[in-house]
């Protein structure tokens, strides 16, 4: 019985964590644009506003990835699109590396975006279907732990490129080796996914019963499979599977928790930090060293506080460590916006800003990609998850593209821009503590119906 239960967790721990190789990548293609941005611009002359559009480049092609990831995956599978985005991966990481021209570059780069944008979103939902109840938490922030493990590397990888050589070497070959690198894990990635099983969920649900079956007992036992089977045969047949029922029927009040909260967890302005830490650091009276300084502490701290997330998130629930996160957040960046309105930098800066990372990295960041995996009907979790994962990347886009303007601005400045930003923590908190719902220890089915039950409930009162 040990060894079974043994065999279970190690097939379900390398399934999820194969997958969270895709969350890997995500962070890795999203922050080695800034240690390559530099010599980029030199290499090919670019203007600021070639400049701009280089560093969001991958930011549009996450757009249309997550918003078509959905449908595919949903008709084609979770595994066959996992599969597709490891090749985006591999070939932008190639053709981002021998660009002769800025149009070149610019097209590899997007490609990158369509992997990024489509593995945020089939990543939790893999992981969300194949995870039982009881792990499901923990195991759902191993694709947040991806991301940020991801940033949290490639700083140095840039670093000990930039290292191989000086100034003219670095214009000429260093930017091509720091976006060059992201092949190896990609291919890692593609070598790794011919072990890993389709979502069980999908299967049962395209009529491959017995396959699906033989997973969830891999997962966690035969009685484990058999609860499941019947769970997902009982939603089968209540559900329709019709995209519109997300805007017109129970499951209209999951989408619009799902899209604010995602809003929130951009519009916070994680990533205008994430993209920009050397330049806050720097403004705030920093040198360019000890800018860099800073921005590992940042890195290492979202590394740290993430793996708090894992080990709470299915003991004391979503909404707590929600609720705490923001709150956190909110007196972080307050004392952010204080500090750069009085002149403070230093010491006090950093450590308020690793506030506001700790805070993001145990609550917010992870937990808002599980929940969103959670809480949607099966047969569209695909498509309804792509609406998620398109809000993360419109709202980045937004705080990438408006971050210096505002920071930059001589009638609103960093200080101001930093107070915007706890106001938005702000309203996540009391969006939580109204209405968000506690999802620890129930079954993706159990939630399903948590929603049908809520709709006839207010119906009735109606």
Not at 89 to 114: C, E, H, K, M, N
Not at 191 to 204: G, I
Request: proline letters at 3%.
């Amino acid at each position: 019985m040990n060894n079974n239960h043994t065999s279970n967790i190690r097939f379900v721990l390398f399934a999820t964590g194969v997958t969270a190789i895709g969350g890997f990548l995500f962070g890795y293609d999203t922050a080695v644009i800034n240690g390559a941005n530099s010599y980029l611009k030199a290499h090919l002359q670019l203007t600021p506003t070639q400049e701009g559009l280089a560093g969001a480049s991958a930011i549009l092609g996450c757009i249309p990835g997550a918003m078509f990831a959905g449908f595919l995956s949903d008709k084609f599978g979770r595994r066959k699109m996992l599969f597709l985005c490891a090749l985006l991966y591999a070939v932008s990481g190639l053709l981002s590396a021998i660009p002769r021209t800025f149009d070149q570059f610019l097209w590899a780069r997007i490609i990158s975006g369509l992997g990024i944008g489509a593995s945020s979103m089939i990543c939790p939902v893999y992981i969300a279907e194949i995870a039982p109840e009881k792990w499901r938490g923990r195991l759902g922030t191993l694709f947040q732990l991806g991301i940020v493990t991801g940033i949290f590397l490639t700083l140095f990888i840039n670093k000990l490129i930039q290292g191989m050589g000086d100034e003219v070497w670095n214009t000429a070959y260093g930017w091509r080796w720091m976006l060059g690198m992201e092949v190896v894990p990609a291919v890692a990635f593609i070598a790794l996914l011919f072990a890993v099983p389709e979502s069980p969920r999908w299967l049962a649900q395209n009529g491959c019963e017995n396959e699906a079956r033989e997973i969830l007992v891999r997962v966690d036992g035969a009685e484990h499979a058999d609860k499941e089977m019947t769970a997902i045969r009982e939603a089968a047949a209540q559900e329709e599977g019709r995209f519109r029922e997300l805007f017109s029927g129970p499951f209209r009040k999951p989408l619009l928790l799902a899209v604010i909260l995602m809003a929130c967890s951009q519009f916070c302005g994680i990533n205008a930090i994430i993209y920009y830490s050397t330049k806050i650091f720097a403004s705030a009276g920093g040198g360019k060293a000890n800018a860099f300084n800073c921005s590992v502490w940042v890195g290492l701290i979202n590394l740290i506080f993430t793996f708090v997330a894992i080990g709470f998130v299915d003991k004391a629930g979503r909404r707590l460590l929600l609720l705490i996160g923001t709150a956190v957040q909110t007196v972080s960046l307050g004392l952010v916006g204080w500090m750069f309105h009085a002149g403070q930098n230093g010491l006090p800066l950093l450590l308020c800003v690793i506030g506001f990372i700790a805070a993001f990295a145990m609550a917010l960041g992870p937990v808002g990609w599980l929940f969103c995996s959670e809480i949607f009907p099966n047969k569209i979790r695909g498509r309804a998850m792509s609406l998620a994962a398109l809000t993360v990347w419109v709202s980045c886009y937004i705080v990438a593209q408006t971050f210096p303007i505002l920071n930059d601005s001589a009638a609103i400045g960093p200080a101001i821009t930093f107070w915007i930003y706890g106001g938005v923590s702000l309203f996540a908190f009391v969006f939580v503590l109204a209405l968000i719902p506690e999802t620890k220890g129930l079954t993706l089915e159990q939630i399903e119906k948590m929603w049908s039950a809520a709709a006839h409930e207010q119906k009735g009162a109606s």
